[in-house]
């Protein structure tokens, strides 16, 4: 059982900056693809950004250009660094890890967007 642990949300302005965290509980090169999702409110969780374990990188078209995904294999943690925030943005941020089948879920952590 991989535990996945995410931080970094909090309250913004829009055109403000967050970095999302994701720490997990063994080494990620052990997991096939790491990403990012978010559900906003009243609407279905959707995919924003992943990285596989070779290091390609793909981005949803809505964030892509705000948000970049990275990782730092030593410390076992995956980081969504959004820019450009913008009031849609505001949902909670959920992190994913793929291995052998399994999708593993943080418990999501709130971003929220607004003047």
């Known amino acids: 059982q991989v535990q996945l642990v995410e931080s970094g949300g909090g309250s913004v302005q829009p055109g403000g900056s967050l970095r999302l965290s994701c720490v997990a509980s063994e080494s990620i090169l052990a997991l096939e693809i790491m990403s990012w999702f978010r559900q906003r409110p009243g609407a279905q969780r959707e995919f924003v950004a992943r990285?596989?374990?070779?290091?390609?990188?793909h981005t949803s078209d809505s964030v892509k250009g705000r948000f970049t995904i990275s990782r730092d294999t030593a410390k076992n943690t995956v980081f969504l660094q959004m820019d450009s925030l913008k009031p849609e943005d505001t949902a909670i941020y959920y992190c994913n890890g793929i291995r052998a089948a399994e999708n593993y879920w943080g418990q999501g952590t709130q971003v929220t967007v607004s003047s």
């Open positions: 990285i596989t374990r070779s290091a390609g990188i």
